[in-house]
């Protein structure tokens, strides 16, 4: 069983230590009575995936991807024909690579509105060492 203290849920949730500590005292996230406290990880998971907040999709449209990221633009770097574009999605910094023409037609700068959208093949699953 996976087993997390206040601070290391707290850097998974992307909220504060105290965040996490009310949550406990609120009874919204249960503890292992362990000393110091620690969240049971499939708690943890489950209080995690019933509270992700994306932000509404601008777009409107009906996709069979279901990876998409709603986030702004942090950062747009544009060297000839290509450039890269940052998102940050929540928690997740998405980046991409596209066309300097796309950057211009779709108006991508710093602040703007953005939905990284995500269809691949393959994924990639780690998990730290014991």
Do not use: C
């Amino acid at each position: 069983m996976h087993r997390y203290r206040i601070a290391e849920a707290a850097q998974l949730l992307g909220v504060s230590d105290d965040t996490v500590r009310r949550r406990v005292d609120a009874g919204e996230l249960p503890t292992t009575g362990a000393t110091p406290a620690e969240i049971p990880g499939e708690a943890l998971a489950d209080w995690a995936r019933e509270r992700a907040d994306a932000a509404a999709d601008p777009t409107d449209r009906l996709s069979s991807a279901r990876n998409r990221f709603v986030g702004l633009v942090t950062r747009v770097v544009v060297d000839g024909v290509m450039a890269q574009v940052d998102i940050q999605a929540g928690p997740h910094r998405v980046v991409s690579l596209m066309s300097a023409e796309a950057v211009r037609e779709l108006g991508l700068e710093p602040g703007a509105l953005a939905v990284a959208v995500v269809k691949a093949t393959n994924v990639i699953v780690e998990t730290p060492r014991s």
